[in-house]
C-alpha cells in the first residue's frame, strides 16, 4: 500500500498538491462482498462428461447436447488467441468448475433464497417490488442460473418472451435451435467455442412481430462461488418491426484469485426491427496491486438481418482484471444502421482490450462508433476496432471517434483501427486523439473553489458525456457513479 | 509458417552464392543471417504485420541470384535525370555499382560517398556496427523480418554515405537503383548506410527505376543516422516497371534537435512493400514524413510507417495519400508509438485515401501507442471518394466532369508535395503523379 501511494503521490508531481486527497487513496468495490448459501456444483474440470453433466442437469433435449459437444470437440482443437495486448497468465481450464447453483431450485420468485435477495438489494438490482417502481424487468443470474424474472405476466400480455436461456432451451425450443449460434457459430473464436459448450444459463428475449417492448428488459450477472467461471449466453431476437431496450449489469464479490467469464450474446433484427443493448459491467477488477479480480473474456455480435433495421450497443467498462470484448455489428440488411459507443476505464493494473466491428454489407449502411477510453494508475487500455466495407456495401457509411485520457504518468492508451474497404462509393472515417486532462482545465476548476477530485470526476464526466446521454437514465446515474468510484485516488 | 524451404522464392534466394568480402566478421553474420531466413521463411497473413500483403504469389516464384552481366548492361542516363537533381549521383544496375553512370569524383567538403563494395575493401571497420548488427531490433515478430535477413546475407554492395560535422552539402546527392532486364528474372539486394554528422545538412534523393518490364525482385535495407542538430531531405521516387517487386525496409534514427524531411511517392512496382521505422532518441528531435501511393492494375503497394517518440519534446507529423485503382490494392500502416517519459510528444498522423473503382481495395490502419501522458496525439484516416460539393462547384464553370475529377484528384495528390523545397524536383513530380491518374 505505501508503495502505491508513493506512486501516486509521484504522478501528482504534475498537478497541484492536495493533502485532502491522501485520504481518499484506495479504491473501494462496493460490490465485493459473498452470499452465504448453500451451493450445489460440479467439481473442477472439463471433459465430455462435463458438457453432457450440465446438460443433463438442465434437462436438456439431445440436439442441445449434441450441439455442446460439437462445440467442445471443435474448442479443443483451437488455439488461444493471443493478438491482443493484454498479458495473460495462463488459464487451468481443468481447475475452473463449470456449474454452480443455488442448492434448492426457486420455483418462484417469493422463494427465492432470502440472502440471496439480500445481495441483489445490496447491490441496487430493482429485483422484487423494487423493481415495480423502477418498471424495469429483470432476469437475475446468480453463478450459474437464473434465479427468478419479474414481471413475466406483464411481458407475456404484450407477447414478449423473457425467461432465462435454460427455460427457452425446454419450451420454445423451435425459437432457439432456429438462433442460437445463428450470429456467433459455435466454433467462433475459442471463449466463444468455450461457452458453447458449458455455458449454464443466461436471458432469452424474443419480441414478436411490430410489437414495442413495454418496458425496458435487465440482467443482472454475478459470480458468487469461489473457483468457478461463468458462462452465460444470451440470445435476443427482434421480429418485424419489434423493438427493445436491454440493459446488463455485472459484479462479483472480491476474491484473490481470477475468474474467468465468457459470455456469448447474440442479437438479431429482422426487418425494421431495433434493438438496443446497454451494459454496465463492474466485475471485480482486483486489488490496487494487480491481485485478483475477473478474466472478462465476452463475445457480444449483432446482426442486422434485415433491411433498416438498427442494433446499438452502448457499454460502460470498469471492472474486470482483463476485459476482450468487441461487441460487433453485420449490417446486412440494406440501410441498416450500427451504433457502438463505449466509456473505457482501467486503473491500477487493469487490462482491457476492447472495441467493436462493423461489417459493412448492405446498401446504404451505416455505422457510427464513440470509444473513449481513461487510464490511469498502471493500466493498459486499447481500442481495436474493425471497419469493413465489402464490396456490396453500396453508398456505405462509417464515422469513428476514438478518444482516450490519460491520468498518471505509468499507464498506457492504445488505438487500433483496422479500415477495409472494397467499396468505392463508401466513406469511411476515422479520428483519434490522445491527451491528459489539461493544466489549464484543472487550473479552471481550482481556481473556482473546486477540489481536484471533483474537477477530475467533472471533467471525466464530460469527456464521457457523448457516451452516457446514450444510456438509460437509472444506467446513466450508476455509470456516472461507478466511474467516481473507480476513479479515486488516481489523481493526487 | 509455411514449410520454409518448400516454397520456391526460399529455395532460389537460399541458393545464390554469399557475396565473399574476406572479412571475418561481415562473413559470419552473412552466414547466420541466411540460416535465420532459411530457418523463419516467408511471413504469413497470420503475421500482424503482414495481415494485407500477401506472400503467396511472390513465394511460388523463383528468382536468379545476382547479375554477372550487371556491369556491361546498357542503361540509358535519360531514364534516371531529374531536374534540380544536378549533384553527386551513385548508380546501381541490378544491385552493381556502376561507376561509368555515376558521378562522384568531384565531392564537395565534409561529403564522403562511396559504393559498399568500395568501402569495404578499404576500412570496413566503422561500417562494422551498421553491417553486423542482428536484424531484429525486438519488437517485430521473427518471420516479419524475412527479407531484412536475405538482405544481410546477400547484399554486397550499396551506398555508403557521410557528411562530417557542421558540412553543409547544397547539391542534392542522387541516388539511383536501376533494375535492368537480364536473361533470368533477377533477384537483388542493396544496403544503404547514411549518416549525417552533428549540425550537416544533406538532401537527398533516392530513385528506383527499370528498363525493360521483366519481374524482378529486390531488398533495399537502409541505416539513417542524423547526429545531433542534423538536418536531411530526403525523396523518395519509386518509379519502378509493373513487373518489379521492391522491398525496402529504412530504419531512421534522429539525435537531439535533428530535423528530417521525408517525400515518398510509390508510382510503379508489382508489389511493393516499405517499412520505414523512425525513432526520435534525441530532445526535440522533429520528423515530417509526406506520401502518396497510386497503385493501379493490379499493382499492390504497402507501407508501413511506425515512428516511435522517446525523448522530450520530439514531434512528428505525417501526410500520407493513397488513391486505388483498376484492381489494386493500397495498403498503409502508420504507428506512432510515445515511449514512457517521452514528455511534450506532439504526434499527428493522417491518412487519406480515395477509391477509384469496384474492384480496388485500401486498407489503412493507423495506430497509436502511448505510454506517456504530457502528450498530444492524434491521427485520421479516411477512405471515400471525391467531394461531390467541390465536383459542383467546378461543373457549375463550365468544367466537364471527367475533367473535374482529374483536377480534384490531382490536388488531392499534390498535397504531399507542397513543402517539397527543390521547386524543379517539386513541379517535375507533381507532373509524374497526374500522369499516373486516369485521364
Known amino acids: 500500500m505505501n508503495e502505491i501511494m508513493n506512486n501516486q503521490s509521484s504522478t501528482a508531481a504534475t498537478l497541484r498538491d492536495n493533502a485532502g486527497v491522501a485520504e481518499v487513496l484506495g479504491r473501494s468495490y462496493s460490490a465485493g462482498f459473498t452470499t452465504e448459501i448453500e451451493m450445489t456444483g460440479l467439481p473442477p474440470g472439463l471433459d465430455e462428461g462435463t458438457v453432457r453433466a450440465i446438460s443433463a442437469i438442465k434437462h436438456e433435449p439431445e440436439w442441445m447436447t449434441e450441439w455442446r459437444l460439437e462445440a467442445y470437440r471443435h474448442w479443443l482443437t483451437m488455439p488461444k488467441p493471443d493478438w491482443a495486448k493484454l498479458n495473460i497468465d495462463p488459464i487451468d481450464y481443468q481447475a475452473i468448475s463449470y456449474y454452480a447453483a443455488p442448492k434448492v431450485a426457486p420455483k418462484s420468485l417469493a422463494e427465492v433464497d432470502p440472502a440471496l435477495l439480500e445481495t441483489y438489494e445490496k447491490l441496487g438490482v430493482p429485483l422484487h417490488e423494487r423493481a415495480a417502481l423502477a418498471g424495469v424487468a429483470v432476469d437475475a443470474v446468480f453463478d450459474s442460473v437464473s434465479v427468478g424474472t419479474t414481471f413475466r405476466k406483464q411481458l407475456a400480455e404484450a407477447g414478449v418472451l423473457f425467461c432465462s436461456m435454460s427455460e427457452a432451451i425446454r419450451e420454445y425450443p423451435d425459437i432457439v435451435r432456429k438462433y442460437l449460434g445463428s450470429v456467433v457459430p459455435t466454433g467462433d473464436n475459442f471463449f466463444a467455442a468455450l461457452n458453447s459448450a458449458v455455458f449454464s444459463d443466461g436471458s432469452f428475449v424474443f419480441i414478436p412481430r411490430g410489437v414495442r417492448c413495454p418496458m425496458e428488459l435487465s440482467t443482472y450477472f454475478r459470480i458468487n462461488a469461489q473457483n468457478t467461471g461463468q458462462f452465460e449466453r444470451t440470445l435476443i431476437v427482434a421480429e418485424e418491426g419489434a423493438h427493445v431496450s436491454y440493459l446488463e449489469g455485472c459484479t462479483a464479490p472480491k476474491r484473490d484469485e481470477n475468474q474467468l467469464h465468457a459470455a456469448v450474446v447474440e442479437l438479431v433484427a429482422l426487418e425494421k426491427a431495433q434493438i438496443k443493448y446497454s451494459t454496465v459491467q463492474n466485475w471485480y477488477p482486483g486489488d490496487e496491486n494487480g491481485v485478483g479480480g475477473i478474466y472478462n473474456f465476452v463475445t457480444k455480435r449483432g446482426d442486422c438481418r434485415g433491411d433498416d433495421s438498427k442494433i446499438s450497443w452502448t457499454q460502460v467498462e470498469t471492472g474486470s482484471a482483463i476485459t476482450w470484448k468487441y461487441p460487433s455489428v453485420v449490417l446486412r440488411g440494406d440501410r441498416s444502421v450500427g451504433e457502438f459507443y463505449s466509456v473505457a476505464l482501467t486503473h491500477h493494473f487493469q487490462q482491457a482490450d476492447t472495441g467493436t466491428k462493423m461489417i459493412h454489407l448492405g446498401k446504404y449502411t451505416k455505422s457510427k462508433i464513440v470509444s473513449k477510453g481513461i487510464s490511469a494508475g498502471r493500466s493498459s487500455n486499447s481500442y481495436r476496432g474493425l471497419v469493413k466495407m465489402e464490396k456490396g456495401a453500396e453508398g456505405a457509411r462509417n464515422y469513428t471517434q476514438c478518444d482516450s485520457l490519460l491520468i498518471g504518468k505509468k499507464c498506457g492508451a492504445h488505438t487500433f483501427p483496422y479500415m477495409e474497404v472494397k467499396n468505392p462509393t463508401a466513406i469511411v472515417e476515422h479520428e483519434a486523439t490522445t491527451s491528459k486532462i489539461s493544466d489549464d482545465q484543472m487550473f479552471y476548476c481550482r481556481a473556482r473553489g473546486i477540489p481536484e477530485e471533483d474537477a477530475v470526476s467533472m471533467i471525466v464526466d464530460g469527456f464521457c458525456k457523448q457516451v452516457f446521454r446514450e444510456l438509460p437514465m437509472e444506467f446513466a446515474v450508476e455509470a456516472k457513479k461507478l466511474l467516481e468510484v473507480s476513479l479515486e485516488g488516481a489523481v493526487g | ?439
Not at chain 2, 237 to 245: D, K, S
Request: with cysteine; net charge neutral; charged share 20%.
Open chain 2, 1 to 439: 509458417m509455411s514449410q520454409p524451404a518448400s516454397l520456391p522464392l526460399v529455395a532460389s534466394l537460399l541458393d545464390a552464392p554469399l557475396p565473399a568480402s574476406g572479412i571475418a566478421w561481415l562473413d559470419a553474420s552473412r552466414r547466420e543471417n541466411r540460416a535465420a531466413f532459411a530457418a523463419g521463411g516467408l511471413p504469413d497473413a497470420r503475421v500482424e504485420a503482414w495481415k494485407y500483403t500477401a506472400l503467396r504469389g511472390l513465394g511460388q516464384r523463383s528468382f536468379a541470384g545476382g547479375d554477372a552481366a550487371a556491369a556491361t548492361r546498357v542503361v540509358d542516363a535519360a531514364a534516371f535525370a531529374l531536374p534540380g537533381v544536378d549533384g553527386p549521383r551513385l548508380v546501381f544496375v541490378n544491385g552493381v555499382f556502376r561507376a561509368d553512370l555515376s558521378a562522384s569524383d568531384a565531392l564537395p567538403d565534409g561529403l564522403s560517398l562511396q559504393p559498399l563494395s568500395q568501402a569495404l575493401r578499404g576500412d570496413a571497420e566503422p561500417l562494422r556496427f551498421a553491417l553486423s548488427r542482428p536484424a531484429l531490433v525486438g519488437h517485430v515478430r521473427e518471420a516479419a523480418d524475412a527479407f531484412v535477413r536475405i538482405n544481410a546475407a546477400s547484399a554486397g554492395d550499396g551506398v555508403v554515405l557521410r557528411v562530417a560535422a557542421r558540412a553543409q552539402i547544397s547539391a542534392p546527392v542522387h541516388l539511383v537503383f536501376v533494375g535492368a532486364a537480364a536473361e533470368a528474372e533477377l533477384a537483388w539486394h542493396a544496403r544503404n548506410v547514411i549518416e549525417l554528422g552533428e549540425g550537416a545538412s544533406l538532401s537527398l534523393v533516392e530513385h528506383y527505376v527499370s528498363s525493360g518490364e521483366q519481374a524482378q525482385l529486390a531488398t533495399l535495407v537502409s541505416d539513417i543516422e542524423l547526429r545531433e542538430g542534423a538536418r536531411l531531405h530526403h525523396t523518395v521516387l519509386q518509379n519502378a516497371a509493373l513487373g518489379a517487386n521492391l522491398i525496402r525496409r529504412s530504419g531512421l534514427r534522429l539525435h537531439a534537435r535533428a530535423q528530417a524531411l521525408l517525400h515518398v511517392l510509390e508510382l510503379g512496382g508489382a508489389l511493393v512493400r516499405h517499412d520505414l521505422q523512425a525513432e526520435l532518441i534525441g530532445d526535440e528531435a522533429q520528423l515530417h514524413t509526406r506520401g502518396a501511393f497510386m497503385p493501379h492494375g493490379r499493382q499492390h503497394v504497402d507501407t508501413q510507417l511506425a515512428i516511435r517518440h522517446q525523448a522530450l519534446n520530439t514531434t512528428s507529423t505525417s501526410n500520407w495519400r493513397g488513391v486505388a485503382n483498376d484492381r489494386a490494392r493500397g495498403v498503409f500502416r502508420g504507428a506512432i508509438v510515445v515511449a514512457p517519459g517521452a514528455d511534450g510528444s506532439d504526434a499527428s498522423l493522417n491518412n487519406k485515401n480515395l477509391l477509384l473503382s469496384p474492384t480496388a481495395e485500401i486498407d489503412t490502419k493507423p495506430e497509436l501507442e502511448i505510454y506517456a501522458d504530457e502528450v498530444k496525439a492524434a491521427h485520421g484516416a479516411t477512405v471515400g471518394q471525391l467531394d461531390e460539393r467541390s465536383l459542383f462547384y467546378l461543373r457549375s464553370r463550365g468544367i466537364p466532369l471527367t475533367e473535374a475529377r482529374a483536377l480534384l484528384t490531382a490536388a488531392f495528390c499534390r498535397a504531399v508535395l507542397d513543402d517539397l523545397p527543390n521547386k524543379a524536383l517539386r513541379e517535375h513530380l507533381s507532373g509524374l503523379l497526374i500522369a499516373q491518374l486516369p485521364a
